[in-house]
Each structure stands twice: as C-alpha cells, then as structure tokens.
C-alpha cells in the first residue's frame, strides 16, 4: 500500500495557479505605471476625470457682453507664489515685428517711479533700458488692439483698466533690478489705483540672459539678497509667448513673492511690450 510519504508537496490547482498569475500581472503593471511617472502620482481615477474630449464640447448661449465661439488659449502654471502663466506663441512673428517697428523711432531712456530718498542719480543704474509707451489707438496695423484684447481674455480683467503699452529694448549688459510693479502707499504715498497684474509679451528670443526673473518665488527667503542678483525662477524670453503675473494677492494686498526684474542680456537682444493692469479702469 502506498502511503502519503511525510514530506511530499502539496499540489496548486490549475484555478488557483491562474489567480496567482492575474494578481502578479496586475501588481506589476499598476507599480510600473505608478513608477514611471515624474509627475506626483495621481489616481488613475482622477486622471479620467480629468479628460474630456474636445469633440463634445459645444458653445452654450451667451450673455450681450459675452461671446458666441469657444476659446483655446494654452497655458502654463509656473508659480502659484506669485501667481504666474506662461502662454506659449500668444502672438505671432509678424506681430511681434509690428510692435517692435512702432517702438524703434522713439525709445528714450527707460524711466522709474522715485521713492522719497531716490533721484535719478542714485537710480541710474536700477534700469538701464530704453523704451516708449504706445497705445492700441495709435497703432494702424491693429496689431496692439489684438493683443489687448487677447490679453483681456486671458485675465478676465476689462481692457479698460490697462495701462499703454511699455515696449523696452534691453541691449547687451542692460537689465532692470528687482522691484514690485504695484506701488506701495508707505513707500509711494496713497495710490488712487493699483497696479494689479503685469503681461509681458516678449517680441524677440534672446540668445543669453534677459530672463524675467522671480527671487521670491514661492516665498524663497534670500538672506541679504541685494536686488541685483539675477536668481530664483527664471523665464527665457522666447519670440511671441507671453507672461503674466498677479502683484496683489486675492485679498488686495501687495504679494511679496511678486518681486521680479530682468537680468542683464548677456548676448543678442531683448524685446519685450509690457501692459500694466490696474485695478480700476479709466472708463470705470
Ligand atoms: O523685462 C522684463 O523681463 C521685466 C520687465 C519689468 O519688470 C517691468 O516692466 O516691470
């Protein structure tokens, strides 16, 4: 008679064999997914929420101010301190060879706002651009008032409450140290209006340096930082994309992380039209 002998194996059934193999084929896939990624992982069911196909988008009825097609403007988060986008190809070349054509025949030194304590002389090296203001109303290519408006959109903030635009030319070595675009009432006396948001549409790449820069940037404490260091987050002027950044914070004060500047150009040429964006409009 053939006993059990004591140490004989006991035998996997085909069923049990074949859960085994699903369960280790779904450990490694899910785990080789979830390595795989730079980006924090996120759930492949948040993924799915996030994706929605183009084609089941339709325009919905409009309001008298609003508008009949849908818009596409692609973006970038680069900081949420100070909150900043980055809008690739925002404007075209041609566009951009617009405005610098306008702008060529009468820049003049770039100037600055004087806090008490400051004139030009002990200013002189703070800004070293050149520049000029020019507004969509005086521009026939209708180059300026398609960008204003697209900048509009973009910040949901009414044209009407834009400065003109400040077209400056960085050349080699010139750059402009870090400052905050809103004004400070205890430094610049009490402010009818605020600058709120800053866009930038750069009009030419740079070979080397000229980068906007934010040394703050997420609240970065430079102990001792002198202003003219060009440090913290940097964006490379590249022809035609676009820049903005918020000076307040949502509750109306100064965001202190809104601190930038632009380095000095260390080869080629920069070209950038600035727009200054208040918080309250000439017409409102
Ligand atoms: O030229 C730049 O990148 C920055 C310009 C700027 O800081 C400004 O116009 O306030």
């Known amino acids: 008679m053939k006993g059990k002998s004591k140490g004989s194996k006991t035998k996997l059934g085909?069923?049990?064999?074949?859960?085994?193999c699903f369960l280790f084929f779904f450990a490694g896939f899910y785990g080789s997914a979830l390595l795989s990624q730079d980006v924090p992982a996120i759930s492949p069911r948040l993924?799915?929420?996030?994706?929605v196909e183009p084609d089941d988008i339709t325009a919905m009825p409009h309001g008298e101010t609003g508008e009949p097609s849908m818009d596409s403007i692609p973006f970038q988060i680069l900081s949420w301190k100070p909150r900043a986008l980055y809008f690739p190809k925002f404007a075209t070349a041609e566009q951009c060879q617009n405005i610098i054509e306008m702008a060529k025949t009468r820049l003049t030194p770039s100037t600055l706002a004087l806090r008490s304590g400051e004139n030009e002389e002990n200013t002189k090296d703070t800004r070293t651009s050149s520049g000029t203001f020019i507004s969509s109303s005086e521009d026939e290519t209708g180059t300026l008032d398609f960008i204003e408006r697209k900048i509009?959109?973009?910040?949901?903030?009414?044209?009407t409450q834009g400065e003109a635009f400040n077209v400056l030319r960085y050349e080699i070595g010139q750059k402009y140290d870090s400052h905050y675009d809103a004004f400070n009432p205890a430094e610049y006396g009490p402010q009818s209006s605020q600058r709120m948001a800053s866009f930038l549409l750069y009009l030419s790449d740079v070979e080397e340096g000229g980068?906007?820069?934010f040394p703050f940037e997420n609240g970065a404490k430079l102990t001792s930082y002198d202003y003219k260091q060009?440090?913290?987050?940097?964006?490379?002027?590249?022809?035609?994309?676009?820049?903005?950044?918020?000076?307040?914070l949502t509750n109306g004060s100064i965001d202190q992380t809104s601190l930038h500047g632009s380095c000095p150009v260390i080869n080629g040429e920069k070209w950038v039209a600035t727009k200054w964006i208040r918080d309250q409009g000439r017409l409102d």
């Open 47 to 51: 993924r799915m929420l996030e994706m």
């Open 230 to 248: 060009c440090v913290g987050l940097k964006v490379k002027p590249r022809r035609g994309d676009g820049l903005l950044f918020y000076s307040l």
């Open 152 to 159: 509009a959109k973009t910040t949901m903030i009414p044209r």
């Open 211 to 213: 980068e906007t820069m």
């Open 14 to 20: 085909l069923p049990t064999v074949f859960l085994l």
